[in-house]
């Protein structure tokens, strides 16, 4: 049998009429509702493509550089790379287009001592940096021409002529060539009595977009 309200005890009828409002509120109250929100993933710095930089039909990728003996050694070289900065998969070669006149004088102008590395005039404007490589640097030249930066990295390596030749033109996206075809699709200069061999090649780049170090012994 139910009991009144008159029946039970004035602590119980308080109780019980506070039960009461509280769920008489929280049923005239506006219903909870819960949202699921997936956070974004923390941006991931994604170097530009190739073919964001670089309208189509046009060379992607411009390697131009120089070597010259460093011994008496047929395998001992002085490596003078000169590229623009763009990405770390691309070097376009409009950022270079604004030095490559200093490139040819800094060239000449070099000069080779008996003992130690060359010495040379720098071109105004060229700024000598320190660069992390892994490739020992003697040292590195940027210049930079409005938004267009490059670099011109001095190094000391071995390997064989051809092979540093070919490497770097497979690195601009273009065939090997033969040993009889070095004077021909190469430039090659006499700087203070030494056979300098020049390379510029352009093409549509190769695998890694010319990551790859260029004169690592084969």
Known sequence: MLLGIHALSRPAVVRRLGIVVALALAGCGPTEHVSKYTAPKDPQEKPAAIDEQTP???????ILGAM???????DDWYVFKFQGLK??????????????AEFETFLKSLKFPADGPPTWTVPPGWEEVTVQSA?????TFR??????????????????????????????GVGPIEEADVETKCRVLTVDGRRVVVVDASGPGGKGGGMTPPFAKP
Do not use: C, F
């Open 143 to 172: 210049m930079k021409s409005g938004d267009a930066t490059a670099d011109l990295a001095i190094s000391r390596t071995g390997g064989n002529l051809l092979a540093n030749v070919n490497r770097w033109r497979g690195q601009a």
């Open 135 to 139: 490739m020992p640097r003697v040292t």
């Open 56 to 62: 189509a039909g046009e060379d992607r990728v411009r």
């Open 87 to 100: 990405s770390s998969d691309t070097y376009p070669p409009k950022l270079i287009e604004p030095h490559t």
């Open 68 to 74: 010259a003996p460093a011994s008496d050694k047929p």
